[in-house]
T-cell receptor, first 111, second 114 residues
Framework: QKEVEQNSGPLSVPEGAIASLNCTYSDRGSQSFFWYRQYSGKSPELIMF????GDKEDGRFTAQLNKASQYVSLLIRDSQPSDSATYLC???????????FGTGTRLQVFP | DGGITQSPKYLFRKEGQNVTLSCEQN?????MYWYRQDPGQGLRLIYY???????QKGDIAEGYSVSREKKESFPLTVTSAQKNPTAFYLCASSIGGPPKQPQHFGDGTRLSIL
């Protein structure tokens, strides 16, 4: 069974700090990776996606991919209380049209 | 505005009843998906469709059925065979790959048993 694993948290960081969210995946053939943010009671919204090894930056968010270690991370700089949510990591299953989702990490940013 | 519309927002099912959840998209996406989310859990794939008139079972298809007669519509029926239907149901769509493109979600439907 192919899996994506995330620490459920909560991860608590003070306002203005860097939040680091991590994810590992088991499917060595996965080529595409996605981070979604889900506020309580709402649907997931896409934050970033990454295909290549290395870093990809978009505003306060940086996604990092290390295919050799099968590891994906999301850094949130200058964390704000409005960033408090559950962050879902997803990996595209090799040779199918499916995404495999982790169970999410709950982030709490306190003032 | 382009997007994915799910209806209704809340739905109640009586014992032995089939109910249908609607999902419509105007993004011209080829692929559409249905997920189920239980409290504190990740998303589990029920069914997905890559083209009109074709769909595949996901990981938890038992007790559910779908149709894809039009590109923009992918309704999900929760049948009476699904004994534990209470959950948050999410519809998503994406354009074709490769590489695999992001899925975008509707606002979801909350289904409960009366």
């Amino acid at each position: 069974q192919k899996e994506v694993e995330q620490n459920s948290g909560p991860l608590s960081v003070p306002e203005g700090a860097i939040a680091s969210l991590n994810c590992t995946y088991s499917d060595r053939g996965s080529q595409s990776f996605f981070w979604y943010r889900q506020y309580s009671g709402k649907s997931p919204e896409l934050i970033m996606f990454i295909y290549s090894n290395g870093d990809k930056e978009d505003g306060r968010f940086t996604a990092q991919l290390n295919k050799a270690s099968q590891y994906v991370s999301l850094l949130i700089r200058d964390s704000q209380p409005s960033d408090s949510a559950t962050y879902l990591c997803a990996a595209a299953e090799y040779n199918t049209d499916k995404l495999i989702f982790g169970t999410g990490t709950r982030l709490q940013v306190f003032p | 505005d382009g997007g994915i519309t799910q209806s209704p927002k809340y739905l109640f099912r009586k014992e032995g009843q089939n109910v249908t959840l609607s999902c419509e998209q105007n993004l011209n996406h080829d692929a559409m998906y249905w997920y189920r989310q239980d409290p504190g859990q990740g998303l589990r794939l029920i069914y997905y469709s890559q083209i009109v008139n074709d769909f595949q079972k996901g990981d938890i298809a038992e007790g559910y059925s779908v149709s894809r007669e039009k590109k923009e519509s992918f309704p999900l029926t929760v049948t009476s065979a699904q004994k534990n239907p209470t959950a948050f149901y999410l519809c998503a769509s994406s354009i074709g790959g490769p590489p695999k493109q992001p899925q975008h979600f509707g606002d979801g439907t909350r289904l409960s048993i009366l």
